[in-house]
């Protein structure tokens, strides 16, 4: 005998606003992950580099700041618009609005003059994706 479980059909509204906001959290969330790939990638293979750039303790604590991040921009953004959650929408925007802002301040913070143009791109991401969330924060009042 075969269950059959009730789904609720309801329409989902795609805004391009919706779709920018989903694009970037996707793209800041990569460049995250790459990010925490590529330190521990060094970790493992350049063990002469890896010392003269602080030790094995502090990169390993920056591959694993990334890949955080990365899991943070995926979970905030998967909430953003899960149905289940939309009682709630209000809520995590803002937490992806702090959260982001964190981001932002941390780069500049922990960067200690090592402020490159990929990191610039990738923050300059972050300010629209903070500004589109407000943006869309005050349309669903």
Same mark, same amino acid.
């Given at each position: ?10 329409? =989902? ?16 969330a990569? =460049?995250?992950l790459?990010l ?41 953004g998967?909430?953003?618009?899960l149905?289940?959650?939309?009682? #709630? ?38 300010a629209?994706?903070i ?6 924060? #005050?349309?669903?009042?």
């Amino acid at each position: 005998m075969m269950a059959t479980l009730p789904m609720r059909t309801g329409a =989902v509204r795609v805004s391009a606003i919706r779709i920018a906001i989903c694009g970037l959290i996707a793209a800041t969330a990569l =460049v995250h992950l790459t990010l925490g790939a590529m330190t521990s990638m060094m970790l493992a293979t350049q063990p002469a580099l890896v010392a003269s750039m602080g030790g094995a303790t502090a990169l390993g604590v920056m591959a694993a700041l990334f890949y955080c991040n990365f899991a943070g921009y995926v979970v905030l953004g998967t909430a953003l618009y899960l149905p289940r959650l939309r009682g #709630r929408q209000r809520v995590t925007r803002l937490a992806l609005i702090g959260y982001t802002a964190l981001t932002v301040l941390a780069y500049f913070a922990l960067a200690q003059g090592h402020i490159d143009a990929f990191g610039l791109a990738d923050k300059a991401c972050e300010a629209l994706l903070i500004a589109l969330l407000a943006i869309e924060g #005050r349309r669903a009042r």
